[in-house]
């Protein structure tokens, strides 16, 4: 069984920063892609960043220059660096995670999600 654990978020002034992360646990074989989407009230989820195992990084335009996405592949866990925060930032951020289990299947697991405020 694999379990993914988000922390990090919580109320910011604008122009302020955040890490968030999230450590993927369990029976784990390989995890392929990491990537952190948000969801705001009233709103779809929306990718955020994207980070394969190799390859480029993927980001919205609206956080390109300010967010940066990482990954730590020893310790499964995937970050999500957000400087310069707007109050439009403000949402719900979820960390997805693709990966294959010891047995050999495949996941597409999210996390709970952790809340983001920006204040202005």
């Known amino acids: 069984q694999v379990q993914l654990v988000e922390s990090g978020g919580g109320l910011v002034q604008a122009g302020g920063s955040l890490r968030l992360s999230c450590a993927a646990s369990g029976s784990i074989f390989s995890i392929n892609a990491m990537g952190w989407y948000r969801q705001a009230p009233g709103k779809q989820r929306e990718l955020v960043a994207r980070i394969p195992s190799g390859g480029s990084t993927i980001y919205a335009d609206s956080v390109k220059g300010r967010f940066t996405i990482s990954r730590d592949n020893a310790k499964n866990t995937v970050y999500l660096q957000m400087n310069s925060l707007k109050p439009e930032d403000t949402a719900v951020y979820y960390c997805?995670?693709?990966?294959?289990?010891?047995?050999?299947?495949?996941?597409?697991?999210w996390g709970q999600g952790t809340q983001v405020t920006v204040s202005s």
């Open positions: 997805n995670i693709d990966l294959f289990s010891d047995s050999r299947t495949y996941y597409s697991l």
